[in-house]
């Protein structure tokens, strides 16, 4: 996170606010599997393996259609360098727009694998020399960076590597928190919710890649 200028950062952060919205979202049509969060997904899997095997294609279906979002999201990053942003972007934009259709049409099934996928096409948004720098629908590595840097604090150093790091665990919180409450009232209003929320983020990163200052990728 530090890396980048503050223009990028607040797309991370918005980034993973959509991140933890669609998660919330899927994790409430699936009823307890994940969208983005594959570590969970496959936790669920193993223990479905040994309990109740034939409920373990639910979850790994989730992942391979996670899997096959980060392989075309790293392929399509390559090929449009420089535009990496806003293109990847607008492919998520479109996915959720599209699985909001499928919700509202009666398809909880294909709505789930088309979330899946945007959410692995996200995790290249923020990629370079085709390695992810900045993980925005997992924060495990996001938590750990945080902890890193609060024991430094208490060393009386500054990790500056460790800096924005709880924000974007706090990012991903509240969007799950705004999942979650419009899952409640209605899964359509969250889906619908993040294919808007998906738009803007498009639209901020189609502002940063044509801004005429030259900024770090």
Same mark, same amino acid.
């Given at each position: 996170m530090h890396r980048y200028d503050p223009a990028r950062q607040?797309?991370?952060?918005?980034?993973? #606010?959509l991140a933890g919205l669609v998660d919330a979202t899927g994790f409430v049509v699936a009823g307890g599997y994940f969208t983005s969060f594959m570590s969970?997904?496959?936790?669920?899997?193993g223990v479905e393996l040994a309990a109740r095997p034939v409920l373990a294609?639910?979850?790994? #279906?989730?992942?391979?259609?996670?899997?096959? #979002?980060?392989?075309?999201g790293a392929i399509i990053g390559?090929?449009?360098r420089g535009q990496r942003k806003r293109v990847l972007l607008g492919l998520v934009a479109a996915l959720l727009g599209a699985g909001a259709g499928l919700l509202a049409a009666g398809w909880p099934v294909p709505f789930?694998?088309?979330s899946a996928a945007a959410m692995g096409l996200a995790n290249n948004v923020f990629a370079r020399d085709g390695e992810v720098t900045v993980g925005v629908?997992?924060?495990t590595g996001a938590l750990v960076r945080l902890g890193q840097g609060i024991a430094a604090r208490l060393a009386g150093e500054h990790l500056v590597s460790a800096r924005g790091y709880g924000l974007l665990w706090s990012a991903l919180a509240l969007g799950a928190a705004a999942g979650g409450s419009l899952?409640?009232?209605?899964?359509l209003w969250a889906a619908g919710a993040a294919f808007g929320a998906?738009?803007?983020?498009w639209g901020f990163a189609l502002r940063i890649e044509v801004s005429p200052r030259p900024l770090k990728d």
């Open positions: 607040r797309l991370a952060l918005g980034l993973a #606010g969970g997904n496959t936790t669920r899997m294609f639910a979850p790994l #279906g989730l992942i391979a259609c996670f899997l096959a #979002g980060v392989i075309a390559r090929r449009f789930l694998a088309l629908t997992y924060m899952s409640l009232l209605s899964p998906a738009l803007i983020v």
